[in-house]
Structures are given as C-alpha cells and as structure tokens.
C-alpha cells in the first residue's frame, strides 16, 4: 500500500529531484521492509538511469544480489562491474575488484578472475595477495611467463627463514620445470634450500641444473649438503 502510493507520486511527480527523493524511497521500502528483490532492481535501477554511478544505488544492489544467492549471481557480478567503472579511486575500485576477481574464479572463469587481478595489480604493484592469487590463476591457465612474472613480484616480501619456503618452490617449478630458464631456476632452488637446507626436491634441482651447466663448484657445493644430510640421518 506504501509503495503504490509511493509509485503514484513518482508517476505525478515532474522535477528531477522530487522523483529521485521518491525512488530512493521505494528502494529503502522495497529492500529494508518488504524485502522484495525485484523491487529492490527496479528502483536502483531506476535511478542509476538518471544517474549512472550512483553510490547508494550500487551498494543497495550489490546487498540485495549478495542476498539473493548463487542465483543471483550475474547480477551481482554486473553491478559490481558497473561499481567498479564508476570508482573514483583505487582505494574504492581495488575491493571491487577483488569481489570481482573471487566471483569469477568461484563460477570457473579463471581467464576473468585473472584479468581483474591485473587490474588490481596496476593499481598496487606490491599487493601480495593480489599477485599471488594472479600466479595460481594464471598457472591454471597454463600462461606459464605470466605466472612466474606474477610469483617473482611477490619474492621481495618473503620472510627470511622456513616459512618463506613455499613460495620460493612454487616460483622454482614454474621457471625449472615450465620455462627451461636455468639461472632463475638455479636462483630460486638456492633460496629454498637457504630456508630449508634438507630439501630434497631443491638439492636434486640443484644437482641437475649443475650438471647441466657444467657447474661443478654448485655441484659439490650441493652433494656435500646432501650427504651431510645423509649422515644426520644416520
């Protein structure tokens, strides 16, 4: 009964103003007591017409989809698209973006997911998280020189000691196993046993790349850590 009465007066109202103030009306009306989706859309809808952008609008929408579900979906993901074209600044767009970047990835569009993260990226080159995520992505998506230059961003924060193991070893197996690149291979398998000198796959990469290279110092260098850990077995 509300919201017809609240439909007449837009129907009759003639200012710009007067008919915004009467939409954002029935979007609270719709969203906050009758709990109506589809009137929810209308609404925002509505006054994203008249004003494309509108902040209030967009979150209202992005709320109302979140609660709609995994049928709701593509909805949500268009206004988020929509959010973030109309964002302002990277404090505001990066979020969205990473929704965007969850979304995708959830719904199987890893190429999509992956795009958003650059966007991310761009945005903060030394967003860890972002860059990470992008390397899985892009390891998914078998673009191997795009997965190692994304893992090799994030290698500047890794800590000094065994905890900063793994992601050393993700980076060695890319540009080892993936890109054939030695010294980078040879690099990164150094740095994962200067974490974890026990390490089996690093001290066997190490060996391989050594003999290949003709390096017999790395190669020593690597047998006697081997066997030392050999013997503190024994």
């Known amino acids: 009964e509300v919201a017809e009465t609240l439909r007449k007066q837009l129907r009759a109202a003639e200012e710009k103003v007067e008919k915004l103030n009467l939409l954002r009306k029935l979007a609270v009306l719709y969203d906050e007591r009758l709990h109506d989706l589809e009137g929810v859309e209308w609404a925002c809808g509505e006054i994203?017409?008249?004003l494309p952008g509108d902040r209030d609008a967009l979150r209202?929408?992005?709320v109302a989809f979140e609660r709609g579900g995994e049928a709701a979906e593509p909805r949500l993901i268009e206004v988020l698209e929509q959010h973030a074209g109309a964002a302002a600044t990277p404090a505001e767009k990066i979020p969205l973006l990473r929704r965007l970047a969850a979304l995708y990835e959830k719904r199987g569009e890893a190429a999509a997911a992956a795009e958003r993260l650059e966007r991310v990226v761009k945005l903060d080159k030394n967003d860890v998280k972002a860059l990470e995520a992008l390397?899985?992505?892009?390891?998914?998506l078998g673009k191997w020189p795009e997965a190692a230059a994304a893992l090799e961003r994030t290698l500047a924060k890794v800590p000094p000691g065994p905890e900063g193991t793994e992601p050393w070893k993700r980076f060695a197996r890319i540009v080892d196993?993936?890109?054939?690149?030695a010294m980078r291979a040879a690099k990164a398998w150094k740095e994962v046993i200067?974490?974890?000198p026990t390490d089996k796959e690093a001290l066997d990469a190490l060996i391989r790349l050594a003999r290949a290279r003709g390096d017999w110092a790395l190669l020593d260098d690597v047998r006697s850590r081997r066997k030392a850990h050999a013997d503190g077995d024994d």
């Open 60 to 62: 209202r929408l992005e």
């Open 48 to 50: 994203l017409e008249q």
């Open 194 to 196: 200067e974490r974890r």
């Open 177 to 181: 196993g993936k890109l054939n690149d």
């Open 135 to 140: 390397g899985r992505l892009e390891a998914e």
